[in-house]
């Protein structure tokens, strides 16, 4: 497809699980970044890549938030002993370069991680 | 404490009404943006308005970035049903390159 693809679009686990949430961003895009939006709030700023780098991390939460991006195209959000309290939507966005006030963001669809 | 404060939280509405969102902060903003977001769904992006006192029309959309860089409106002419949606305000600050979101406003257009 053309846009911004996220797996699974549905996730439940257990408390002190490990997950996984992957983002296929647009083709040709060199920049992504991670979002977690929460209920009844707008998405928070977790983390940004330009190319296989993350080039500002300063979002993620703690030590158990890790995100990769080894090829510069697809990224993966890691989330170690998940806790109830990261329950949330995880929102991917690529842009062409990085969003510095003018690039447009293009949103993926989420994915829902339920932490029981 | 939000960075950005978007007034009213909830909006319910007939459709043919007019109606305007708020964004207010009390930091300066080097740009801001309007996003729609249905369920399901990422937000998609309506506007981007860089220069304080910036108005731009979108159709019946009219967006207006305070002259301070520190607020801005959107505001629906005659609204319809499929207006429905959640919107978002975000910004970048002036010294930073990351969008910062409002909360949101949940606009219902009932016919």
């Known amino acids: 497809g053309a846009g911004v693809s996220q797996t699974p679009s549905n996730k439940v686990t257990e408390k002190g699980k490990y997950v996984e949430l992957r983002c296929d961003p647009i083709?040709?895009?060199?920049?992504l970044y991670w979002y977690r939006q929460s209920l009844g709030q707008g998405p928070e700023f977790l983390i940004y890549?330009?190319?296989?780098?993350?080039?500002?991390d300063s979002g993620l939460p703690n030590d158990r938030f890790f995100a990769v991006r080894p090829e510069g195209s697809v990224s993966t959000l890691k989330i170690q002993r998940t806790e109830r309290g990261d329950s949330a939507v995880y929102l991917c966005?690529?842009?062409?370069?990085?969003?510095?006030?003018?690039?447009?963001?293009?949103f993926g669809p989420g994915t829902r991680l339920l932490v029981l | 404490t939000q960075l950005l404060e978007q007034s009213p939280q909830f909006l319910s509405i007939q459709e043919g009404e007019n109606l305007t969102v708020y964004c207010n902060s009390s930091?300066?903003?080097?740009?801001l943006q309007w996003y729609r977001q249905e369920p399901g769904e990422g937000p998609v992006l309506l506007v981007t308005?860089?220069?304080?006192?910036e108005v731009k029309k979108l159709k019946r959309l009219t967006f207006q970035f305070g002259d301070a860089r520190k607020d801005s409106s959107l505001h629906i002419t005659a609204a319809q049903p499929g207006d429905t949606g959640l919107y978002l305000c975000?910004?970048?600050?002036?010294?930073?390159?990351?969008?910062?979101f409002g909360a949101g406003t949940i606009l219902r257009v009932k016919s």
């Open positions: 308005v860089v220069t304080g006192g």
């Open positions: 890549f330009q190319g296989t780098g993350a080039a500002d």
């Open positions: 930091s300066v903003f080097s740009s």
């Open positions: 083709s040709g895009h060199t920049a």
């Open positions: 975000a910004g970048f600050m002036e010294y930073g390159n990351k969008l910062v």
């Open positions: 966005a690529s842009s062409l370069t990085p969003d510095l006030g003018g690039e447009t963001q293009y």
